[in-house]
Structures are given as C-alpha cells and as structure tokens.
C-alpha cells in the first residue's frame, strides 16, 4: 500500500520509461561482454595474428556500454529528483493547508524529517533499489543460463554459493537498519532541540538556562556518537568478514576453474568469461542481502509521509469575494461552546452580537476564552457547538479564504517575518502600490524613520523583527493591515507591552485602523476600551455581562473589581 501510495509521485511516464529502457540496454551490454571477451581469446587464429582489429569487437562493445551507463546514470538521477520534488512539493503544500491543531501536537522537528530526511529514503528506494534489485533478477536470470550453457557444474557451484553470501549480507544489513532507525529519532530529537534553542534563545538568555539547555543538547549529542561508534563497530567486524567470505568464494570458483582449464576441459576464454560473470554478480547479490533491511526502512518513512498527507487539511482555499460577503454585515455569536483536547470546555453556551462597524471590548481575567475566541472567529479551530454567523450565515460556509481575507489581526507580540520591512508589509497581499506603502507608513508615524534608514524600506528587520523597537515592529504591523483594508479587525492586548511613548504612538495608529470597521478587543487597559460601543465580560468561559463603560460599572460588581484592580496598579509607587 505504501509502494503504490507513493508511485503517484513519480515524474512523467517518459522518464520513467527511458530509465527502464537504459537499464535493460545496460543489462545487455553487461551480459555481452564476457562473451564476446571469451570468443576473442578462444578464436584459433588469436596467437596467428595478433593484431587491434582482433580487439575491435570487445572496445566497441565496451564503449557502447560506457555511453549506455552514462546514459542509464542520468535517466535514473532525474527521475530521482522528479520523485523528490514532486514529494517535497506535496509536503509543502500539505503543511501549508494543515489546522493549527495540528501543530499543537506535532513538533516541528518530526515534520522537518518528513520533507527532508524520509523523502530522500523515498527516493532512494524507488530510484536505486528497485530498479537494481528488477536489475539484479534480470542479470541473475540471463547470467546463470550463459554459465549452465558453458559449464553446468561451475553454474551449479556459483549458485549454491549464493545463498551463504545472502545469509551474511542480510544480517548486515538489518543491523544497519537497526542502528539508523535509532539514529533517525536522535537527529529528530536534535532538529527539535536547535529549533527551540533558535526560536527561544532571548528567553533561553534571559532565564539563564544555558546550562540547561547545555546538558539537553550535550546530551542528545552524545547519544548520535554512541550510535556511530556503535555502527562503526559493526561495520569495522562484520565488513571485512563478510569481504573474506566473498573473497572466499571466489578463491574456491577461480581455484576450480583453474583446474578446469589446466585438465582441457574448460577453455581460457570460458574461463575469463565466468570469472567477468562472477564479478558482475557480487552486485546484485549485494543488493538481495540489503534490500530486506531497505524495505523496512522504506516502509517507516513512506507511512510517516502517507500519515501526514493523509491528515485532514482546512477547507479548500478560493478566490473571489462571494456575494454575501461584499457588504459589511453583523457578527451574531449563537450558544457558542468550545473545548480543546482535554475536553474542558473554554467558552460554555456564549451570545452576543456584534454591530457592524462598532468597537466591542473584551475583558476578563486570564485563562477565561478571550483569545480563545479570537481563534474561533478567524476559523483556527471549529467550535464544539453552536455558531459565529455572520449577516445570519454561518462563517463554516464561506471559503476559507474569502473569510480570513476580511480580517486583519494585530497582536502582542507584533510578529514579523525575517526579510525586509518591505517584505513584511506586503507579506500575503498582492498588487500593493508603492503609493498605498507610503500612505500606510505615513498613517502609522513610520516614513520618517524609515526613509532615513540607508536601505529605507528593503532594511531587514532581523530574526522576528529584533532590530526594530517593539513600538515600530507593532506600527509595521498595523501598516500592514491598513494595506490588507479588512472589514473586521481583531486587537489583541496590542499595547500591553509598549512604554507609555510608543504606547501613544500605536494608539494612535490604531484609531485610524479602527475607523470605518468593525472592531474588537482584547485589552486590560482602561483607556483602551472605555470608549468602545460596548463591553463583554468573560467569566469562567461565560458571559458575566454586556454593556456600556458607565452602565457596567453601575450595575456589574466583576466590572468594577477589575477596573479598581487596574487603578490600583496605575496609582502604586
């Protein structure tokens, strides 16, 4: 199932065809040769008259073979890289379209494995395995019937010989596998382990957990040497016994050939010929032993691959704005309830409705579900029941696409992507002008600034934006989205950990977002959400009131604890 699941990868029939093709004519060039070598030293009138013509034939059928090997290499070397780009392609645009629960409970250092490490065993085993091990029955097939047609008790003695040889490869072999797999999880481990040392390492510093992660890595490194000690080792014992064995047996064949040819019945040329067929078979027996083991291995990376495109993605991505959503509409939220995998529910039965254009705030204590929601409002997760409508229709049935193309998102942590401030600004958005960059800069405070950066706009803004302030990285940010222009805009507390000077800065730049749109926030902040048309607090994954600033703190007790709890704080030494 595997092997078939993955053959839909393979490049055109034409490569695939060609490959075949250059294979067999390499198989007989291969087969020929020994022969043809045996006619010419057999020929009575070889030691008359020695001259090149008499080598002609066996040159020209060695240089046909080299234009045919030649060949075969870069008809299989492309179909290798066919079969890996295809694989890779697929990933990538798998893992694009893949939920965000997915990546909750899947690290990203196994996912890199799969669209690096198993698609190169992959391709590895189509392009060379299997066709050397379909090569290796084909030599085997034509050269047993050419050495039983010159000397049946020799083939007889080759043959019986084979399967100790195969014995010895195949233990080998499956203790390489045994040895790779282990190392195949350790360098996963690795890959995990840089990755968050990488994304982290300002925490990393910050918390002083060098030592820590020191001894995590230190460790992990230690067990990928203990490996390759380990497989060295094997290799250091079993190879050279496994090549005295093989060496072996071709002492005691080329010993009783030579005999053969000593008593007169077996020829020089016969002779040669078999041993040129001898050597051609210690290949294919080679790759008999080691194919077991290859399979295997094959086989944990083609279902690791199979697992992950099997994995259900988000709904199909389209184009066009529908009808429907042309127009600005009312966010009606409908007994919405909502539990991650441990089955406590976040939000419990919540309703309220959001005007079009209007400023909704909400508040609460941490843990409650505000973000929560965010998620659910921009389709992250589905719901465990009820409904976020939009104008009455649930947003499950618009294309996924033309829902989020309505929503801009400005966070906390002010994201940023590496590359330039250019690059961030028009990151996902098509067609943007260089006028609507300027306009966007000019709104948020930043054409100053960055016209009098040397590189101005192709600056880059370094890992996550570190060369930037956190007030400029969260202006860039909002930049961004007054060029996406969404119709709803979602604030995370996107000022909380700003100075009171940026603070100012990025509010400001948020009222001219905010203007014209349907807005809501998450935000602790007085100053933030006293205005707004209205105020929704969560409780506990519940409503615990609805309203305006003024009517809240009259008739909410949980409203007026947190907004005493925040003077408290503004109003401490």
Not at 288 to 296: D, H, I, N, V, W
């Amino acid at each position: 199932m595997a092997i078939k699941s993955i053959m839909y990868f393979l490049p055109s029939r034409k490569r695939v065809i060609f490959a075949i093709l250059a294979a067999l004519f390499e198989i007989a060039a291969t087969v020929v040769t020994p022969v043809a070598v045996m006619d010419m030293i057999d020929n009575p009138l070889m030691d008359a008259h020695m001259s090149i013509l008499n080598y002609l034939p066996v040159l020209m059928i060695l240089f046909i073979k080299l234009l045919i090997s030649s060949f075969h290499y870069l008809m299989l070397s492309n179909l290798a890289a066919g079969l890996l780009k295809n694989l890779r392609l697929k990933i990538w645009e798998k893992i694009l379209r893949l939920p965000i629960h997915f990546y909750d409970s899947s690290s990203n250092g196994e996912t890199m494995s799969r669209i690096t490490n198993d698609t190169v065993v992959i391709k590895d085993f189509f392009t060379t395995e299997t066709f050397s091990i379909i090569s290796g029955i084909v030599y085997l097939v034509i050269i047993g019937v050419i050495i039983f047609t010159i000397d049946w008790k020799i083939s007889l003695l080759i043959f019986l010989s084979v399967p100790v040889t195969l014995i010895l490869i195949s233990f080998i072999a499956q203790q390489e596998y045994n040895i790779s797999i282990s190392i195949q999880r350790e360098t996963e481990e690795f890959q995990n382990r840089i990755n968050k040392v990488l994304y982290e390492i300002r925490t990393i510093k910050t918390s002083q957990a060098e030592k820590y992660e020191s001894t995590q890595g230190q460790k992990i490194i230690k067990n990928l040497f203990h490996l390759s000690i380990l497989e060295n080792k094997i290799f250091a014992f079993i190879q050279p016994c496994a090549n005295i064995l093989l060496l072996f047996l071709f002492l005691v064949i080329f010993g009783y050939c030579s005999i053969r040819v000593s008593q007169g019945s077996l020829s020089a040329g016969q002779f040669l010929a078999i041993i040129f067929y001898l050597y051609e078979l210690t290949g294919p027996v080679t790759i008999f032993g080691s194919f077991s083991a290859k399979l295997l291995k094959f086989m944990v990376s083609a279902d690791r691959i199979n697992q992950l495109l099997g994995e259900e993605e988000e709904p199909v991505i389209s184009g066009e704005l529908s009808e429907h959503l042309l127009a600005s509409k009312d966010i009606d939220v409908q007994d919405l309830s909502f539990g991650y995998y441990d089955k406590r529910m976040i939000l419990q039965s919540i309703n309220f409705k959001i005007r079009k254009g209007s400023v909704t705030a909400i508040i609460g204590e941490s843990g409650v579900g505000k973000t929560t929601f965010f998620l659910l409002l921009e389709r992250f997760y589905q719901p465990s029941s009820g409904n976020i409508c939009y104008g009455g229709v649930p947003i499950e049935d618009f294309a996924l696409y033309e829902w989020r193309k309505k929503i801009a998102y400005v966070s906390q942590e002010a994201p940023l992507m590496q590359g330039t401030i250019h690059q961030n600004l028009t990151y996902g958005i098509d067609n943007c002008s260089n006028e609507e960059l300027i306009q966007a800069l000019s709104d948020v405070g930043l054409l100053e600034f960055i016209e009098g950066l040397p590189q101005g706009l192709h600056t880059n803004v370094g890992e996550r934006g570190t060369n930037l302030s956190g007030g400029q990285r969260q202006r860039i940010v909002i930049a961004r989205a007054l060029i996406r222009n969404p119709e709803i805009l979602l604030l995370d507390e996107a000022t909380s950990h700003l100075d009171s000077t940026s603070e100012f800065l990025v509010q400001n730049s948020l009222n001219r977002l905010m203007k014209g749109r349907t807005t809501i926030i998450i935000a602790h902040r007085l100053s933030t959400i006293r205005n707004s048309d209205q105020i929704v607090i969560f409780k506990d994954g519940k409503i615990s009131g609805i309203g305006y600033h003024e009517d809240l703190l009259e008739n909410n007790s949980l409203y007026c604890s947190l907004v005493a709890k925040q003077e408290k704080s503004y109003n401490m030494p």
